[in-house]
């Protein structure tokens, strides 16, 4: 199981990795970071295709075989032999298997945690995920951050997986996206022609699929300051602590006027519970200006779990996701409501 | 078209000329035949893979070996000195953390990372620290004990 074939191209500054973007975006080029998702991604080990050994074998309809095929042979020119299903497999591969990896690694300027003049928070796109656990920084102010960060895959993942690229990547359970949601995170998306600013929740169309122009690279994210007696909070359900991709991950953002409320701003983010992660409309409609207690956030949860729109998969059914989203909606609610009253 | 890279392994410069979709698990075993370093899944599940670059635990079956042109690489060869295990190494072997062997320098690795950061994790720590580093035959226990062996000691060398 190799790599298929490309070439990698190491800029020295975020110009040049525009400009080569631009030149290469005929031939099929992408961007990589810490490449935990784009290189596994680029490896496609087992491919089901059936391929005809003997005549006997291409006459046989059901003769389906799971075949290893060697990224190599992606590349090559299928055999004249070939059956037709293996054919169209070589040419997918082809179109999946990008020419250019452009790698931001010695990009400085797209490294590192720093906070605003105007308190917000800005946080470079190939800043790792263990950077961002271990900041105090992000751990004060953005809790949710610091929890998506400290689930997300293992040490490993979090040594070389980084922050734009997970939100690039657009996996509706991706850890680090769902909070930045729930922390209205706005993408400091740069082209040559110049820079654009996109709220995070706008950023998604669909699984994996996103609103990035083709010569965009997306180079920081940044944080709004919170208020005075602000507090947030993420879960990431799933099966195991370590390498497990969420059943359900809630996000949830809270600003009181004082102490002991009324509530003045709430964020819900949910993942896994839809095609993109979803900004849950209901919960603002129910909490907004009213006082923080128990049975509000009862009630609130109830109509997040109806913003909710879960899939049966192996991960979890439908109706247990729903009820996950309503259980955690509560729970954090209450949490993020604790930290707020807290955080002066 | 292959590139020229250097970078430095257990102490020792190399200059190799690599093919852009090397990766450093492939560079390290096949170019450099420092073949202690193991391949498990290839897409980072399991952590046989495991080397430091710069410090850093890292799986080089998701590294190229472009992205650590110019980084310092150590790898579980570079654990033992003269011929002596290192003080991890001797406790793996002392405390049966060892079965089939296949884990084991990834293992080492990881938790060479984590000593030298501090010095004398709990047990909950330990444990974290090898969350993403899979043991298909000791069920952790043993190789925890011997972490614990080498973070209870005084002893600043790991
Ligand atoms: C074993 C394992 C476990 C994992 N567990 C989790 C998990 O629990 N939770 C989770 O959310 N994810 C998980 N992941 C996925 C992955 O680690 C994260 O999504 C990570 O943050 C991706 O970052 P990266 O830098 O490695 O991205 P890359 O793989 O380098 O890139 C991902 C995608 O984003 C694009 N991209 C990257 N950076 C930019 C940029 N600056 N501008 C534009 N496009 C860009 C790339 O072209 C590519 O399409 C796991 C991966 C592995 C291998
Ligand atoms: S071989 Fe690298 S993590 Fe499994
Ligand atoms: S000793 Fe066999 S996998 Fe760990």
Known sequence: ?344 | MKKLISLNVNGIAHELAVEPRRTLLELLREDLGLTGTKKGCGIGDCGACTVLVDGVATFSCLTLAIQVNGCSVETVEGLTKDGKLSRLQQAFVDHGAIQCGYCTPGMLMTTTELLRRNQHPKEQEIRKAISGNLCRCTGYQKIVEAIQEVARSENEEI
């Open chain 1, 1 to 344: 199981m190799i790599l298929p074939r490309f070439d990698v191209l190491v800029p020295e500054s975020l110009e040049e990795a525009l400009e080569m973007l631009g030149e290469h975006a005929d031939k099929g080029v992408r961007i990589l970071a810490g490449g935990t998702d784009l290189l596994v991604d680029l490896r496609r080990p087992i491919i089901p295709v059936h391929v005809p050994r003997c005549d006997g074998c291409a006459k046989h309809p059901g003769g389906m075989v799971y075949s290893t095929i060697d990224c190599e042979l992606w590349l090559s020119e299928p055999t004249a032999h070939a059956g037709g299903s293996l054919r169209n497999a070589l040419q997918d591969s082809r179109r999946i298997s990008p020419q250019y990896l452009i790698s931001l690694h010695l990009l400085r300027e797209l490294k590192g945690i720093k906070r605003l003049d105007n308190g917000s928070l800005y946080i470079g796109a190939t800043t790792t995920i263990r950077e961002i656990a271990h900041s105090e920084k992000v751990r004060r102010c953005w809790t949710a951050l610091a929890e998506g960060a400290d689930n997300l895959g293992s040490p490993l993942v979090r040594n070389r997986g980084t922050l734009g690229g997970n939100i690039a990547n657009a996996r509706p359970a991706a850890d680090m996206f769902v909070p930045t949601i729930g922390l209205n995170g706005i993408l400091k998306l740069q082209s040559l022609g110049g820079e654009r600013l996109l709220p995070a929740r706008d950023f998604a169309s669909g699984p994996g699929l996103t609103v990035i122009e083709p010569l965009e690279i997306l180079t920081a994210v940044i944080y709004p300051a919170p208020l005075s007696y602000s507090g947030s909070s993420y879960y990431k359900l799933a099966n195991r602590k370590a390498l497990e991709i969420s059943t359900v991950g809630v996000s949830v953002s809270l600003t009181l006027e004082a102490p002991d409320g009324p509530i003045t701003d709430v964020r819900v983010a949910l993942g896994a519970v839809g095609p993109t992660p979803i900004l849950a409309e209901s919960a603002k409609g129910i909490l907004l200006g009213e006082t923080p207690d128990e049975p509000l956030f009862k009630k609130a949860a109830q109509a997040i779990r109806k913003d909710a729109r879960p899939i049966d998969d192996h991960r979890g059914s439908a109706w247990y996701r729903s009820n996950m989203v309503q259980l955690l909606s509560e729970r954090l609610l209450k949490i993020a409501y604790i930290r707020a009253k807290r955080n002066k």
